[in-house]
């Protein structure tokens, strides 16, 4: 198969504004070659078999330069490979995304281009600015505040300030102090509102709001630095009534995600639509125990049980994995009642056809084995963790009900230990815990000696709570065992 080239703008940052063409192309990708401006958020995306080339450049200092980049992208396509060049914003707004495409044109390399939300129009909207309104602008102009180097910044200011439309510099934090006198010498009243956006639609993005005149002295004030943009006109006086984005309840906080890598996506993208700034650490991993001679018996003589009851949804996977791998499907389980301990282990069931026929009021294990221990009558299977707590059959077996504890899955702690991690840990404001084997997981990634004094832990039950705080980790509990839970706690925790 011939190689091919896909330019792919990444957007401002916000992973949410990938298009869903960019999002494809990246999972298809065999080599995705990236810059600076694409957030560590989007970068996550890109799939574990991807070869991954950083060209990342900074305002004078090229460690990879252009012609050396284009290079890298005609050689891995020549050599076969699907590649993404991925590039902050839109790659034909200032993103030299033309001048690339043009080596692979001369060369004859299959190419496409995706389109990318620009920060132009993306960073002024998370700032609250409308670059057009009624009222105050019906033009727009996008103007790059970055000269080549060695040459002077070329802008026809005469034209811009006639033009009466809202202005937009891009890559213009250094020459922002000569953009404000060039504008202003052109004769742009110096009252004209004006507005800086640093970060634009990440956690840490920052607005600075000013007049044309004092946007030098109040972007210094306020250390205003590179990636941001410049927007100068009328629609900037809406930002304080617009700026949606920085009255999120948890802009500015820093939240360290712990879930296994195929679940974290799901409270890492609630938290972040609470504003935070995630990342995303996976301390654990779950892998089915296969073969599992006691689980093919227990499957292959599933009439000999009235309930089966899982408490995790990797428990589900192991599960499917185990009947699919005896040429089974969900048909195999004939009619015994299924038992979960709550929400997240039901919907994994439902995603394979299955649906549970009990889910305790409270989501753990403990209210799972009282609320079994209410209904049952006959056998009961257990599908669960290698290990795990002892209270759902010690629970089942007071009462008297006969069942079968099977271990079917695994978990795995983290690998190395992460020596950036433990220096990092005071500089999060949350750490989330979805299961005690999490914290554990954690812990041997930065050591049990690790200053945990300036975090809080959100735990998703007593369990998990209990675990976190036998090491002296300050926790704070979800209401329910549940994702939706777990994030809105952070949403009204105290940092």
């Known amino acids: 198969m011939p190689g091919k080239v896909t330019l792919v703008g ?11 063409k960019g999002r494809q192309a990246l999972e298809e990708a065999e080599v995705v070659v990236y810059d600076r401006l694409v957030s560590p958020a989007v970068l996550e995306l890109i ?4 070869r991954r080339i950083d060209v990342g450049k900074e305002a004078s200092r090229h460690p990879v330069p252009q012609g050396r980049i284009n290079r890298i992208l005609l050689e891995e396509a020549q050599a076969g490979h699907q590649v993404v060049r991925l590039k902050g914003g ?6 030299r995304g033309g001048e690339e495409l043009e080596t692979l044109a001369q060369a004859g390399v299959d190419f496409a281009e995706v389109p990318g939300v620009t920060s132009a129009i993306a960073a002024a909207a998370y700032g609250g600015i409308p670059v057009t309104h009624r009222d105050y602008s019906s033009s727009l102009h996008i103007i790059t505040g970055h000269a080549r180097e060695g040459e002077p910044l070329s802008i026809d200011f005469d ?14 934090v250094t020459a922002m102090p000569t953009i404000v006198q060039g504008l202003l010498a052109a004769g742009m009243d110096g009252g004209t509102p004006a507005a ?19 946007l030098p002295e109040r972007a210094a004030e306020m250390d205003i630095r590179s990636p941001a943009l410049i927007v100068v006109g009328g629609v900037c006086g809406l930002g304080d009534a617009l700026c949606w984005f920085e009255r999120q309840p948890l802009h500015g906080k820093r939240v360290l995600v712990t879930r296994p890598k195929g679940r974290a996506g799901t409270l890492a993208g609630k938290l972040r639509g609470l504003g935070a700034d995630v990342t995303e650490y996976p301390c654990i991993e779950t892998a089915p125990i296969w073969p599992c001679p006691d689980m093919e018996a227990a499957l292959e003589g599933i009439g000999r049980y009235e309930w089966l009851a899982l408490t995790s949804p990797a428990g589900v996977d192991a599960l499917w994995h185990g009947l699919r791998a ?18 997240g282990t039901a919907k994994a069931l439902a995603a394979c056809g299955l649906a549970a026929d009990l889910v305790p009021p ?31 059959p010690e629970i089942l077996g007071r009462a008297g009900i006969a069942y079968d504890d099977i271990p079917v899955y695994r978990t795995r702690y983290g690998g190395a230990r992460s020596q950036a991690l433990r220096a990092a840990l005071g500089s999060f404001d949350f750490i989330t ?12 990634a930065v050591g049990e000696d690790a200053d945990f004094s300036r975090v809080t832990g959100l735990c998703i039950g007593e369990q998990t709570a209990a675990e976190a705080r036998r090491h002296g980790i300050p926790v704070r509990v979800a209401g329910q065992a549940t994702i939706d839970a777990l994030a809105e706690l952070a949403a009204v925790t105290d940092a």
């Open 10 to 20: 990444a957007g401002p940052g916000d992973p949410g504004l990938l298009t869903v």
């Open 47 to 50: 799939p574990d078999t991807a």
């Open 90 to 95: 839109d790659p034909f707004v200032f993103g």
């Open 159 to 172: 034209a811009l300030v006639r033009a009466r439309g809202t202005l937009v510099f891009l890559m213009g």
């Open 196 to 214: 800086m956006v640093e970060n634009g639609t990440l956690p840490t993005q920052r607005r600075c709001a000013a007049t044309l005149a004092t």
């Open 326 to 343: 005896m040429g089974r499907d969900a048909r195999a389980m004939g009619g015994v009642k299924l038992a979960v301990a709550g929400p």
């Open 362 to 392: 409270v989501y753990d294990g403990a209210h799972l084995g009282h609320a079994l221990a209410g209904v049952a009558r006959g056998r009961v299977l257990l599908l669960r963790a290698e290990v795990c707590s002892p209270e759902l």
């Open 433 to 444: 815990f979805t299961s005690a084997s999490t914290v554990k997981g954690l812990l041997a």
